[in-house]
């Protein structure tokens, strides 16, 4: 191994230094304070669990996008987490169970095989918020407007929210008597956005005309809140699931547009991400220039059932190192004050008064004799000069 490869790290992964690890810090006390605020507990899931908990509930990319180990105390498979949600989900239906609403926070690393984008990282540091335990429209407008309020604070200024439902695609696949295997290829083709191969499907797959009409509609069905006008026409007559389904959008819809006039609102009825899990309402967050959703979440009703709690559930979460690079909201940090070396009864003076200093909450800087402080000392703007007995704070020439 050469000298330069003993520093590398892998591909993927990256280390976070002092001036994006205070931003990203500050940041990340804002939010779960903005958190707290709205009623959700803090909790601090394991990196490792045993993958028979991890992985349950999740659908495959979960399982594709988790490191394995094996633990050499039982001999079982560990899997380093690659999401919260799963663990958040085991937290509320065993560690801290509760009768009706819990609202759960949490903020920590995760891990995945591989990035899920080109260029994105391997190890996000996953923030977000959790409601369990109440099966409601209300649920998951606060999860939504408490996401909204996440990237705003964060000072994400361009917010565009895309809408979905899951039980739009399930009710029509459900219609048209789609076997698994007839329904993977589907959403294969519905989550490429490939409209021209979805009628081409259509056409071989489907028997029955009228479900027929309203699977190649699907495709088409994305734009505005105009977008939930021309599905009614479009699906006119379809499953009563689905239309409730055009009903929750158009009063999310109705909500967010009073909440949030600034924030552009976009639906895809064709959206299926999630569509292994997720159950009912899906939502992300985009911004200009960033290619990627920002945040995003849904309902996933049913995930605490494997663990012996079948909860309603729905939540969001973020990645708040490119939310902090994104935003970039926080206040810039002050200089700090360089404190000289001193003894005898002027350096227990001095002593006290670094104390104080620091307990107001100042950078106090202590120079040290052997003089190797020099760089550090450039961050200094002020220095702390004796005058008398006292030692007082000056600029630093």
Not at 187 to 194: C, D, N, P, S, T
Request: hydrophobic fraction near 45%; include cysteine; aromatic fraction near 6%.
């Amino acid at each position: 191994m050469t000298q330069a490869e003993r520093w590398m790290l892998p591909d993927g992964i990256a280390e976070i230094l002092p001036a994006d690890a205070v931003q990203i810090e500050t940041l990340r006390r804002r939010l779960l304070d903005l958190y707290h605020s709205w009623g959700y507990e803090l909790i601090i899931p394991p990196m490792l669990e045993f993958t028979e908990s991890l992985l349950i509930g999740m659908g495959r990319d979960i399982d594709l996008s988790t490191f394995k180990v094996t633990d050499q105390l039982s001999g079982r498979t560990l899997g380093i987490r690659a999401d919260i949600t799963p663990q958040a989900a085991r937290i509320d239906a065993h560690s801290f169970p509760r009768a009706g609403a819990n609202r759960l926070c949490y903020a920590g690393h995760v891990l995945h095989t591989r990035p899920r984008t080109a260029m994105g990282s391997r190890a996000p540091f996953q923030i977000g918020a959790e409601l369990y335990g109440v099966d409601s429209l209300q649920a998951d407008i606060e999860v939504i407007s408490l996401m909204l309020e996440s990237l705003l604070s964060a000072g994400v200024e361009q917010i565009h929210l895309d809408l979905g439902h899951v039980a739009i695609y399930r009710s029509l696949a459900a219609a048209a008597g789609l076997d698994s295997e007839q329904q993977r290829e589907l959403f294969g083709l519905l989550q490429r956005k490939a409209a021209a191969d979805v009628q081409r499907w259509v056409a071989d797959n489907v028997a029955a005309p009228q479900v027929a009409d309203w699977l190649r509609a699907l495709p088409g069905l994305a734009g505005d809140r105009n977008c939930l006008t021309r599905a009614g026409a479009a699906l006119a007559g379809a499953p009563a699931e689905l239309v409730a389904a055009l009903a929750d959008l158009e009063r999310v819809a109705a909500q967010l547009a009073q909440r949030y006039p600034a924030v552009e609102l976009f639906f895809d009825l064709s959206e299926v991400r999630g569509y292994d899990y997720e159950t009912g309402l899906v939502f992300a967050a985009y911004t200009p220039g960033h290619g990627q959703a920002l945040a995003n979440g849904g309902r996933y009703n049913g995930i605490g059932r494997v663990f012996g709690r079948d909860r309603a559930a729905t939540g969001f979460s973020t990645d708040l190192v490119a939310l902090n690079t994104l935003g970039r909201a926080v206040e810039p940090q002050s200089g700090a004050i360089l404190a000289p070396p001193a003894d005898g009864a002027a350096g227990e003076a001095l002593w006290h008064t670094v104390e104080k200093l620091r307990r107001a909450g100042e950078v106090v800087i202590a120079a040290l004799p052997d003089g190797a402080e020099g760089e550090v000392q450039s961050r200094c703007d002020r220095e702390l000069v004796q005058d008398g007995a006292d030692w007082v704070v000056q600029p630093r020439g």
